[in-house]
DNA sequence: GCACTAACGCAACTGGAGTTGCCTTTGAGC
DNA sequence: GCTCAAAGGCAACTCCAGTTGCGTTAGTGC
């Protein structure tokens, strides 16, 4: 059925192949943007992008395809790592970020497909490790300041400051606000310092 | 569309209409189990309930609806929570429970379904508040006890020792291990120690 | 126990997602 | 610049979720 390798393993990646598929990509994006995951058909992306439907189904294999090329997509996409000065401020910012951006449509699509599909769950689970790994710089950084010992494990306290935010967002659905994420942080950085990351 | 009020308010609770519910909403949480919120489909409950699938679009609107109900259904339900003694046992199960109870089809269902419809989203906060508020119990005991303060938040609390199994469960989408949970609970207990949580 | 109507059952219909067979276009290799 | 196969376009089809109009059943109230 889904025939994923295509689009990595290109035979013919210089031409018209390559424009169909970014075609595609960007259509994806504007649709989930606009319709959300459950709002997200073949159809409508195949309209956007100018491509026809047959095609899009080939390629992709349907629904779960397009969300997992989008998902590679943003995952090459650069974000900016905070840098405040401080593990608190940092930790913070991070947490600020993630609250502030989920709201974003875009965001909360992959995560809803994460849910429904194994394919979208292995693209959204390489996704937050490439954030977890270059966020977990921020406690690099403050393990050089000799703000915390080094034997603290980095992505866990990255993974401990936005969790309460992201468990609010998705799973409890609650309404998350600036403080809800500072605290958040703040408690992370509590852990981290009482030694319990190590 | 929806005409979920007809749920609450029925006319006539007594016998036939009784009967139909109960069996739709086992069948619900029976499909739910074997294939989660993307297999769900009215024509398939309708046919394990042995109502008509008519019947359950018009009372319940569609599978938004069946959700909706199951959810709240399941909210009724008691569930155990933990006594161990000590504040951070009880954190340490309470996390636990959450990490091993999840792989469970039924539940990470709902999760699935309060991302794709309003409807599903406020039962399932609903249902968190209810939970939040039973496990807030465990907190206001380590304060008769001694080991907190009265001024910690209790249900924030709960929220944090809980938080970061659900943000790998469903976000990050990373496997949970008994021991992640646990780190998780001492975690939120050393947070609250440290004075963060008020 | 009788009438009345809310609720359920039934079958036929609608619409759109996904599939298939065949033809046309395009770019890679020589 | 010619050839050839891979990739895209097209139209017609299937299949199933969801809808509608109408007939049937069974609680409720008297």
Redesign the interface.
């Known amino acids: 059925m889904s025939d994923q390798k295509v689009l990595s393993g290109q035979k013919r990646p210089g031409g018209r192949s390559a424009r169909v598929r970014e075609a595609v990509r960007q259509a994806t994006l504007a649709e989930l943007a606009e319709h ?3 709002g997200l058909t073949v159809e409508n992306v195949a309209a956007r992008s100018g491509v026809h439907k047959t095609t899009v189904y080939r390629r992709w294999g349907g629904v779960e395809g397009l969300i997992a090329d989008a998902l590679e997509l943003a995952r090459e996409e650069p974000w900016p790592v905070p840098d405040t000065g401080s593990l608190r401020g940092d930790l913070r910012a991070l947490a600020v970020l993630v609250q502030s951006s989920f709201p974003d449509a875009i965001a ?1 699509a992959f ?2 497909a ?4 194994e394919a979208a ?2 693209a ?2 390489a996704f ?2 490439a954030r ?1 790994r270059q966020a977990a710089q921020i406690v690099r950084r403050a393990v050089d300041r000799g703000e915390v010992g080094p034997g603290v494990d980095a992505e ?1 306290l990255v ?2 400051a ?3 935010v ?3 967002l ?5 309404p998350v606000t600036r403080e809800d994420a500072i ?2 942080a ?3 950085l ?2 981290a ?5 190590g």
Not at 114 to 117: G, L, P
Not at 170 to 174: A, I, K, P, Q
Not at 193 to 197: K, T
């Open positions: 959300g995951y459950g909360s995560v809803a994460a849910m429904q599909n769950a292995r959204l689970r937050y490790e977890h866990e993974r401990l936005v969790a309460p992201f468990a609010r998705f799973v409890t659905r609650e605290r958040a703040d408690a992370a509590a852990a310092l009482a030694g319990v990351l």
